[in-house]
């Protein structure tokens, strides 16, 4: 390192590396690009008006970094302190995050709500008792689903759902969706063309399509995953009581509103000859009869999600399937062994909000794609028979045309 | 509040005496006979003494322009006023002094009282200090002035692990001895401590920097536990410095009133530190690692981790000695920062799998030094920060071009 005193040079060699910094620094390379939209499942359906994009924004914000604490009004009993850390990247959740629900037996309502029932608070602030599983409690554990399309989900009107639906099997396939009647609360509003029968409406939200509409399940979120009272949702789960709001009705409004606009997952590779003939093999073997591979939405208020056809791979009706998924748990109208067909789209991108690995079905006990269709018992088992009798190339076709979901 | 503002005033009205006659500033001579160590630095700074006052004041500032993009998406063009730093510093009596050292960070948004302590010395080996001190854990939280580092950011470790800059108010003891080639010291510090926001925050993480949040934490203890900090240091003329510390106490409110209210809970801090220069190419090496222990309670959210640890390493090479652009003892840098802090390292109780919550950052720097209390410095920052399940990381990258310099 010898000393030079000579002017010209040591400038020029400044001037030199600042060029090439700059230069580097200019070049698109020195920053990580943004991951392509097909990658990632957060993120504005197209079509948003500058006022939606804000109310988004805003939600996104206390969706993704509105974490409570003790000083905010978390708990005292609670699962999780923010959506974020249930719902990361709006994907699928971990384990460490999977709610229990206990005490509901049959459509008769719950017997355990005096002792902490529907949902079990397992985590408490420093000085309280968190929830026990109370002895002899029915109990069923949810996996946090996807929160992706769900504005799709909730605009197609009651009509296509009940057109979908087949109670009594009719048409003799096995399968027999059929709508969860739930008792909604009084704050929901009801969607144009909504059905109500005996003072009961279609759930379509949850493992069980225990929840009518996003407003609804967001408040019930608030209050049972986090133990944030609201105007909504107004009684503490801990105390039992009436407690003044932990959360403004706004930022309630847009969480729901970030949930609604929230962008359908866009599928990967469609024209791949493997995921064509893929889903060609889901169609054959009736994967599709719950799966609804398509749906309509009807009329709603924000217009890029009024009139559109999505591809969600979801009737929202509940299935029997079969003692193998029966917790002896139950919610609204199901039976302990039905479960709200899920929607299959975002489902290859799971791995990258379950920490790199899959946890499928309502409790995530299925770690691969194959497991969670080998478990498929009840009026899912003889489509689960045919994927069995499928060659291994056919098996694995399928399994990549749902990976590029 | 009231003596915030009388130490302003003091501090806007001498340099404006000293404006009509420059020569009466004089700078404060340094100590270079002796050996320095980290625990030097709030005294190892370049001051201005106004004529024949017994005050000496002096101070940096640094700010900077950056570029930061995460995962593609950038807030764009960014001008921060990250800090500006006052200190005054007085000689009392021969072996009685003061300093104060008053950061106001981004702006205005934050004005802390850094330091401000009286140092009583009865012999090298016995000094008494009291006032606002500065927890000697790990080497960045004493020696933090901006103009003395290479990079734009404070390390990772330094600022979200370790709470730096991390002042209390407390009294303790330090001092040193000497030998012909070395020099051993120690001090040790009792001070309020920390508080539940560590474990209650909305970093949704054991976040020690959370108690600085605090706005009561110069007045009153939290707890009524002190926090007890304690640090020895060693230092070889040719090799250069390591330092060993901890820093322990109670965080929680387990009484009030003479109510309990729950059981004491604990935290513990370990960190080393290294400082060293090789001779033969002069290449600085500067690093720190620190381990942070928590006692949470059983049935508290997982995200709240019970251990966490991160460090930091620097390399410094200096490229380019001499005139530059007339500055007739520049020195052109090249520099490389490797950085990581993992603020959980529990595992999940439902899967036995390791818990993410990490940040691993690599950091690049050419810097210009025109002389030594003034730094201009381009840094390149890659950044990957890891969610709590571990989920693939987001990517940031930065390009920062800044100043620091003492004033």
Not at chain 1, 1 to 7: A, N, Q, T, Y
Not at chain 1, 131 to 154: I, K, M, V, Y
Not at chain 2, 328 to 339: H, Q, T, Y
Not at chain 2, 377 to 396: I, M, S, V
Request: charged share 20%.
């Amino acid at each position: 390192m010898k000393f030079d005193s000579h002017m010209s040079k040591p400038s020029m060699r400044l001037s030199g590396l600042a060029a090439v910094w700059l230069l580097l620094a200019s070049c698109e390379l020195i920053f990580p690009q943004a991951p392509a939209d097909d990658a990632v499942l957060d993120g504005p359906v197209a079509g948003l008006t500058p006022e939606q994009h804000a109310q988004f924004l805003r939600g996104d914000v206390a969706f993704n970094d509105g974490v409570f604490t003790s000083r905010t009004g978390l708990g005292p009993v609670f699962v999780a302190a923010s959506c974020g850390s249930c719902h990361a990247g709006d994907g699928k959740g971990h384990p460490t995050t999977t709610l229990t629900r206990f005490g509901q037996v049959d459509s008769t309502g719950n017997l355990f709500l005096q002792r902490g029932g529907p949902q079990l608070q397992h985590r408490a602030l420093p000085g309280f008792q968190p929830e026990q599983l109370p002895a002899g409690a029915a109990h069923s554990r949810f996996t946090p689903p996807a929160n992706t399309g769900l504005g799709f989900l909730d605009a197609v009107p009651d009509a296509a759902l009940l057109a979908l639906a087949d109670p009594t099997d009719v048409d003799g396939d096995g399968i027999s969706g059929r709508p969860n009647w739930i008792s909604a609360p009084g704050y929901i509003t009801a969607r144009p063309g909504t059905r109500v029968q005996a003072g009961r409406y279609i759930g379509r939200y949850g493992k069980k399509a225990a929840a009518y509409d996003l407003l609804h399940q967001t408040a019930a979120a608030y209050n049972q995953d986090m133990g944030i009272v609201s105007s909504y949702e107004a009684v503490d789960a801990h105390s039992g009581q009436l407690a003044d709001p932990e959360v403004s009705n706004q930022t309630v409004l847009d969480v729901v509103a970030y949930l609604k606009m929230l962008k359908a997952p866009v599928q990967r590779e469609p024209n791949h000859p493997d995921v064509l003939t893929g889903e060609q093999a889901f169609l054959r073997i009736g994967c599709g009869k719950c799966h609804t591979p398509q749906l309509t939405t009807g009329a709603s208020p924000i217009a890029a999600l009024a009139h559109q056809t999505v591809r969600p791979y979801t009737d929202l009706l509940l299935h029997d399937m079969g003692p193998g998924l029966n917790d002896g748990y139950t919610e609204g109208t199901a039976a302990p062994a039905e479960w709200r067909t899920p929607a299959l789209w975002g489902l290859g991108l799971s791995p990258n909000s379950q920490g790199g690995t899959y946890f499928l079905l309502h409790d995530g006990r299925a770690r691969s794609i194959e497991d969670a269709i080998r478990q498929h018992g009840g009026e899912g088992q003889p489509s689960r028979e045919r994927f069995d009798s499928l060659s291994a190339e056919q098996q694995r076709q399928l399994v990549r045309f749902l990976q590029s979901l | 509040m009231k003596q915030l503002l009388a130490l302003l005033l003091l501090a806007g009205a001498l340099p404006a005496t000293a404006q009509i006659d420059p020569v009466l500033l004089r700078r404060v001579p340094r100590d270079t006979s002796r050996l320095q160590l980290n625990m030097d630095a709030v005294y190892n700074r370049p001051f201005v003494q106004p004529g024949r006052l017994p005050v000496a004041l002096g101070g940096y500032v640094e700010a900077n322009y950056q570029y930061a993009a995460t995962d593609g998406v950038s807030e764009g063009h960014q001008f921060q006023m990250r800090r500006l730093t006052l200190f005054v510093s007085s000689s009392i009596a021969k072996r009685i002094r003061f300093l104060t050292e008053i950061e106001f960070e981004d702006g205005t948004k934050e004005i802390n009282i850094e330091f401000a302590s009286v140092d009583v010395e009865f012999s090298p080996l016995l000094n008494v200090r009291g006032g606002v001190v500065m927890n000697p854990i790990g080497a960045f939280n004493q020696n933090h002035d901006g103009p003395k580092w290479e990079f734009v950011d404070r390390p990772l470790s330094a600022t979200q692990l370790l709470p730096a800059t991390w002042s209390n108010v407390g009294a303790g003891l330090y001092g040193k001895k000497f030998g012909a080639t070395w020099v051993v010291a120690y001090e040790a510090y009792l001070t309020n401590g920390f508080d539940d926001q560590i474990i209650s925050n909305t970093q949704n993480r054991t976040y020690l920097p959370a108690s600085k949040l605090n706005p009561d934490r110069f007045e009153e203890s939290f707890n009524g536990v002190p926090l007890f900090t304690g640090k020895a240091a060693l230092r070889h003329r040719r090799v250069g410095e390591v330092g060993v510390s901890y820093m322990g106490g109670v965080y929680n409110k387990f009484e009030d009133d003479g109510l309990r209210l729950d059981r004491r809970r604990g935290l513990q801090v370990w960190a080393v530190d290294l400082t060293s220069t090789v001779p033969k190419t002069r290449t600085v090496l500067t690093g720190e690692w620190a381990w942070v222990r928590v006692n949470i309670p059983d049935a508290y959210s997982p995200q709240y981790g019970q251990r966490q640890a991160g460090g930091f390493v620097d390399l410094v090479q200096p490229v380019m000695r001499g005139t530059i652009f007339g500055f007739d003892r520049a020195v052109l840098n090249a520099a490389l920062r490797l950085e990581y802090v993992d603020w959980n390292r529990d595992r999940f109780a439902e899967t036995g799998g390791l818990i993410g919550d990490e940040t691993l950052a690599v950091v690049s720097a050419v810097s210009w030094r025109p002389t030594a209390q003034t730094v201009i410095r381009l840094n390149y920052r890659r950044q990957w920060a890891r969610d709590f399940l571990g989920n693939p990381p987001a990517r940031t990258a930065a390009v920062q071009l800044g100043f620091s310099t003492y004033f």
